[in-house]
């Protein structure tokens, strides 16, 4: 997985990559994105390659679950079908029911670093994570915290050199 998400540039690249690794086992899944905004879950299921972009994946995000079964899951609330109301704060409520409530509420004006950060608070379940990081793919800028300090801290990657002719 880590050589399709270093190495591809495009989700149509990641994509038809995937569909020619062989993993030690099945049950994996993970997301890619890129730099033009597109995304896509990619899941590895029954000795297949299962792909869910642009339609197929109302919400743009991926769990701890393979993505059918996660937009399954999702099918008894309010906005995805269902009829259940749901609080943002409800524990009950599944993260892909979270982020996509949230995806929709996203204003355009606000700081998205910051909105994102917010956004993987709002999901946490048991404790609060060791690591929370947000990427911006378009500007090339990682944003991160730890639980050791909220302290928002960034980077800028985009100008990196990653060739092999430069010290790690």
């Known amino acids: 997985m880590q050589y399709v998400l270093d190495n591809f540039a495009t989700i149509d690249d990641a994509v038809k990559a ?5 993993l030690d086992g099945w049950g994996w899944h993970f997301f890619v994105g890129d730099g033009e905004g597109n995304c896509a879950a990619i899941d590895f ?10 339609a197929e994946m109302p919400v743009a995000g991926l769990f701890n679950a393979l993505y059918s079964l996660e937009k399954e899951r999702s099918r008894y609330f309010k906005g995805y ?4 109301e749901f609080d943002l704060k409800d524990i009950r409520v599944p993260r892909y029911v979270k982020i996509g409530q949230l ?20 999901i946490y379940v048991n404790e609060v ?12 800028k990682a944003y991160f915290r730890t639980s050791w300090s909220r302290a928002v801290k960034s980077f800028d990657y985009k100008n990196l050199d990653y060739s092999s002719a430069t010290p790690v």
């Not at 297949?48 to 642009?54: K, L, M, T």
């Open 81 to 84: 079908g269902g009829l259940w």
């Open 129 to 140: 994570a060791d690591w929370s990081v947000v990427f911006d793919v378009r500007r090339g």
């Open 103 to 122: 995806q929709r509420d996203y204003d355009l004006r606000q700081d998205a670093a910051k909105y994102a950060l917010m956004m993987l608070d709002a």
């Open 45 to 54: 299921v029954d000795n297949d390659v299962v792909v869910h972009r642009d």
């Open 18 to 22: 995937a569909r020619e690794i062989e």
